[in-house]
Each structure stands twice: as C-alpha cells, then as structure tokens.
C-alpha cells in the first residue's frame, strides 16, 4: 500500500481559488499543526499538475478541494485524482460555502472521503481542521456515516 511508502513527514494539499481563503486555512493548520507541511493551489489545474509531479513520499495524506473554482473545479479534481493509481487511496475534503444537496450526493459519487462547508470563523476552522486530522479514516465504515462535516 502506497501509504507505507509515506516517510514521517505529513502532507496536505489545498486547492482554492480565494487566496483570503487559503491564507485562513494556513494560519489555522499552523497554529494546529506546525510541522505539517501544507502545498497549496489557486485552482484545480495547478493542483492537478502539483500533483501529478509527486514522488511517492509526498503523496499528500489529505486534499482539501474547494468544489467552485476557474479552469478546473473540485469535482473535476476529486474525479482525476480517484482515476489515478498512485493518488486513489488519498484522503479528499470537499469544501463549499453552501450545503447544496447536488454538490454533497455528487461529492459523495465521486469518492470523497468528506464534504466540509466552510466554516465562518477562524476557531470553526480549527476544530474542523482538528476532527479531520484525528479521524482515522482508513476503512471506517462508522465515520463514512458522518460524511457531511459542519
């Protein structure tokens, strides 16, 4: 299993087009987790590039996708990364302003591990950033049931 391979360092990717965004996500995983080592993209071609340029021992433990993004969404993302072998086994977040049933079902199809509505503030996005980091996701039928995260 490609996660065996891994070396001690954990990394997570961050797919955003809003750089407001992307900078709230790094001081909240900073402040939670510092040595955690956080690439992040403005959109989901980078992400996908980024990714596909990997070695086996960066392979990201998570991937947090904003779902509306320019030039290539979330969803596409999600659907690409599940298609690639070295990538399928990855941990992905989908993460939205809203809670439309379409994106969470659609989300859910494509093999997301969670969908995330964004919290409003900065301690919201630390505790979820804190259930995420603790679950251990890895064949959890239980934690599946609780696939919308808000």
Known sequence: MALEK???????????DDSD???????????IQPDIILKQARDGMYLME??????????????F????????????????????????????????????????????ELGATFYAV??????KLKSLLEAVLSVNLVGSIEEKKKFLLV
């Open 50 to 63: 980024d990714l596909l340029k990997l070695s086996d021992t960066e392979i990201p433990e998570f991937i």
């Open 6 to 16: 891994r070396n001690s360092q954990r990394y997570i990717f961050l797919a955003d």
């Open 21 to 31: 965004d992307r900078d709230f996500f790094a001081d909240a995983m900073m402040e």
């Open 118 to 123: 964004k919290p409003s503030s900065f301690e």
């Open 65 to 108: 996708l904003d779902i509306n993004m320019p030039r290539k969404s979330g969803l596409e993302c999600l659907e690409e990364i599940r298609s690639h072998e070295n990538l399928n086994h990855v941990s992905i977040i989908m993460l939205s302003t809203s809670s439309n049933p379409e994106n969470i079902d659609r989300s859910m």
